[in-house]
């Protein structure tokens, strides 16, 4: 049976892969951001949670000292990176600060992560499963700090497979489309509060993108987790694993549209995907 390692296991994905993980069979370890949040899991002698704030290079490094500790020697097969933020914001109006939050936790939280892994997944067929999104090769309105800080995981990937190519490690992506989680439970409440902040003049640019935004988010359907985790899963158990794995019909119609259309087509597409919803009365 596998040993696994699990970020971002307190909710969404990355908590059902653990729960998966654990039927299966397999020895896991859910890395958690907060302490309370170890008490999610059922108690079993084949978990260990871990805290591991992978905004922070010292607790990570601090979380893989434990493990490193507690396997005393026996290999990771796997590593599923799923922590990340998001939360939508008009680049002209999402403060630094924001962009800052977002690179750090996701896009240098990975860098975290690979790095952590790259030595301890060498050498016996190891899997980095590295979690972007459809947004990790497309770019959707509102999303800027999300999709910028995806992308960027996307190259460092590809970067990090070829510089270990050939040393028995497999660096993998994983492209969900839209999973229903509190992300985007998140978001919804997120553009709702930037929408009753705006000042006048933000309202008279922004207003009527950000309340079809909420609108978009507050109904949107996608695959379950467990649909999800399934799709994760073929990275770590595929015998010869694919770089890349699209999970769900939007992500492989979006990722494909945006490789065969010209820039103008995609922006009538995403603009398509917010204009055509009907808009509520003022203040909605
Ligand atoms: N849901 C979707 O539609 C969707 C689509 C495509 C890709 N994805 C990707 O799939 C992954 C999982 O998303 P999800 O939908 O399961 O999200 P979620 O339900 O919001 O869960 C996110 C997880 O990341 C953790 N996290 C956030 N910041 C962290 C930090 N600094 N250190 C450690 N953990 C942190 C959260 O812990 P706390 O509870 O402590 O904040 C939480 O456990 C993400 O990479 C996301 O970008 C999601």
Same mark, same amino acid.
């Given at each position: 049976m596998a040993y696994i390692l699990v970020t971002g296991a307190a909710r969404g994905i990355g908590h059902t892969l653990v729960e998966r993980a654990l039927a299966r069979g397999d020895t896991v370890i859910a890395a958690v951001r907060k302490p309370e949040d170890s008490k999610r899991f059922p108690p079993s002698d084949r978990l260990r949670v871990v805290l591991m704030d992978v905004s922070d290079s010292s607790s990570v490094e601090r979380a893989f000292e434990e493990v490193d500790r507690w396997l005393s020697g026996i290999h990771l097969d796997s590593i599923v990176h799923c922590a990340a933020i998001s939360a939508p914001g008009a680049i002209e109006l999402t403060p630094v600060s924001e962009f800052d939050a977002h690179l750090n936790t996701n896009t240098i939280g990975s860098l975290r992560i690979i790095q952590a892994a790259i030595p301890r997944l060498r050498g016996h067929g190891g899997r980095l499963v590295l979690v972007t999104s459809l947004w990790g090769q497309a770019s959707g309105a509102l999303l800027g700090a999300y999709c910028a800080s995806k992308h960027a995981i996307e190259s460092l990937a590809d970067t990090a497979r070829r510089e270990t190519a050939g040393t028995n490690l497999h660096i993998i992506v994983a492209e969900p489309g *839209? *999973?229903? /989680? +509190?992300m985007l439970t998140g978001q919804a409440q997120t553009a709702k509060a930037h929408i009753d902040k705006m000042s006048d003049h933000e309202r008279s640019l922004y207003g009527t993108l950000y309340r079809r935004y909420f609108k978009l988010v507050s109904n949107a359907s996608g695959i379950t987790p467990e649909q999800c985790a399934a799709g994760i899963e073929r990275a770590l158990f +595929? @015998?010869? @694993?694919? /770089?890349r794995y699209r999970i769900g019909k939007d992500s492989r119609i979006v990722c494909m549209l945006n490789w065969l259309l010209p820039d103008r087509w995609m922006d009538g597409l995403m603009g398509l995907s917010l204009n055509n919803k009907p808009l509520p009365a003022d203040g909605a």
């Open positions: *839209v *999973v229903v /989680t +509190d +595929d @015998p010869r @694993p694919a /770089t």
